[in-house]
């Protein structure tokens, strides 16, 4: 009897640790995310899964860890996932163009940092003309980020709703460790009888439909 008293409160002393250990890690270090729309396409596509680094922008340089732990100021050209600015319980996913204190400045399809244009190989477009023919010059506050989706011409961004607050960064997208054809209107599927479809779908289609060749596909 001792015996399988003593067996049983390991498995439960176990199991609390290890999702202690979750816990800890989804809050701190890594945490998964989905995307949902077209804005990063082609380096990242609706049905991506990815891995987000919470851990690289945790610590304000200022703090005592920073020299001590691989911690990273935030740089242009990441790709972030942070509090969408107008409804904090979403989260985007974009890649980082204008730093604080920057002038950003958008010309047709050329960003301009502080006078000069930026370059860039990993933009989209697949309208005749962009979104906006010009945008700014805008000088970016303390504290805040411009941010942009890769696809310009099918990015709802900060052209259209602002800086992105220091607070509300969650981490840097990593990697993908799971692509799942999707339709690119299932973001706007949450009902019950939604939900359950798309289960059945990943279920009857894991093989079919993965994207294996974009799996373990680092983010860049």
């Given at each position: ?209 993965t994207?294996?060749?974009r ?5 860049r």
């Open positions: 009897m001792e015996f399988r008293k003593s067996t049983v409160r390991e498995y439960f002393e176990s199991i609390v640790i290890t999702a202690i250990i979750a816990l800890f890690a989804t809050t701190f270090v890594v945490q998964a995310f989905k995307i949902p729309t077209g804005s990063m396409e082609s380096n990242l596509l609706i049905g991506d899964h990815l891995l987000v680094n919470k851990f690289v922008y945790g610590i304000h340089p200022s703090g005592f860890l920073y020299k001590l732990l691989p911690y990273k100021n935030l740089k242009r050209g990441d790709v972030i996932v942070f509090k969408f600015p107008n409804s904090p319980e979403v989260a985007y996913v974009k890649r980082l163009i204008g730093l604080p204190g920057d002038k950003v400045e958008v010309i047709g399809r050329t960003v301009y940092i502080n006078g000069k244009a930026l370059k860039e190989n990993y933009t989209q477009y697949i309208e005749p003309g962009s979104i906006y023919e010009h945008y700014g010059p805008y000088f970016i506050p303390p504290d805040h980020y411009f941010a942009m989706g890769d696809n310009r011409d099918n990015s709802q961004d900060s052209r259209f709703w602002g800086f992105v607050p220091r607070d509300y960064f969650i981490g840097k997208a990593l990697i993908i460790y799971w692509s799942f054809e999707t339709p690119r209107d299932e973001y706007l599927q949450t009902g019950l009888p939604d939900r359950l479809k798309q289960f059945a779908d990943v279920f009857m289609n894991f093989f079919t439909k994207l294996w060749r799996t373990f596909k680092v983010i």
